[in-house]
């Protein structure tokens, strides 16, 4: 079966660094995006990885190792309004996107 | 960068009656679209892919006699919650590819969402 396995929840402090992991079974893959989706919103785009190694978008960055199934979203400078929930999904080889459940990140002042 | 948007944003109904959501794309044409429906502190559940002047994919478990979905152009998706019950109340969001768009062909643009209470 397809699995994609993320933490439940994290807690980090405003202005600190935090890394989220994602790591995923799937048949085929096409590429592996994040979201961000803020409580009663829907999800928007944060990235998306197909090639192995760091992309990094201003204080978001993403990784990410085809070969280990994983993935990680680092975020850096954390603000309040980073906190939402961080979905990590995978294209599969039918491009079908392949949805984990979602970590949601709490920042405490 | 690519808009899609959801009417209505959120709709009170009593049981046994059905509700219609539009997802619109607005600035570009899309010839699929999904549709997933999200229960609290649950991720997203996709429910269809529907393909403009063809029929959805279900997916599994998903009624398709329940829920009714019709893609007549490139730019529209709608989906019919028919008979409507209180266990339907969910978060349904709708998504579009823009596969006009090279490099990032296979991102999903995700409209607001409707939030259904059936009562």
């Known amino acids: 079966g397809q699995n994609i396995d993320q933490p439940t929840e994290m807690t980090a402090t405003e202005g600190a660094i935090v890394q989220i992991n994602c790591t995923y079974q799937?048949?085929?893959?096409?590429?592996l995006f994040w979201y961000q989706q803020h409580a009663g919103e829907a999800p928007t785009f944060l990235s998306y990885?197909?090639l192995d190694g760091l992309e990094e978008k201003g204080r978001f960055s993403s990784f990410l190792s085809r070969s280990k199934g994983y993935s990680y979203l680092l975020l850096k400078e954390l603000q309040m309004k980073d906190s939402a929930s961080y979905l990590c999904a995978v294209l599969d080889s039918n491009y079908q996107l392949i949805w984990g459940a979602g970590t949601k990140l709490i920042i405490k002042p | 960068g690519a808009v899609v948007s959801q009417h209505p944003s959120w709709v009170i109904c009593k049981s046994g009656t059905s509700v219609k959501i539009e997802c619109r794309s607005l600035d570009f044409q899309a010839t699929t679209m999904f549709w997933y429906r999200q229960f609290p502190k649950q991720s997203l559940m996709l429910m269809a892919t529907s393909n403009e002047g063809s029929k959805a994919t279900y997916e599994q478990g998903v009624e398709k006699d329940k829920f009714l979905i019709n893609h007549a152009s490139l730019t529209l998706s709608t989906l019919t919650v028919t008979s409507a019950h209180p266990e339907d109340s969910s978060f349904y969001i709708c998504?579009?590819?823009?596969?006009?768009?090279?490099?990032?062909?296979?991102?999903?643009?995700f409209g607001p969402g409707t939030r259904l209470t059936v009562t």
């Open positions: 799937t048949s085929g893959f096409n590429g």
């Open positions: 998504s579009a590819r823009d596969q006009s768009r090279q490099g990032d062909v296979y991102e999903q643009y």
């Open positions: 990885n197909v």
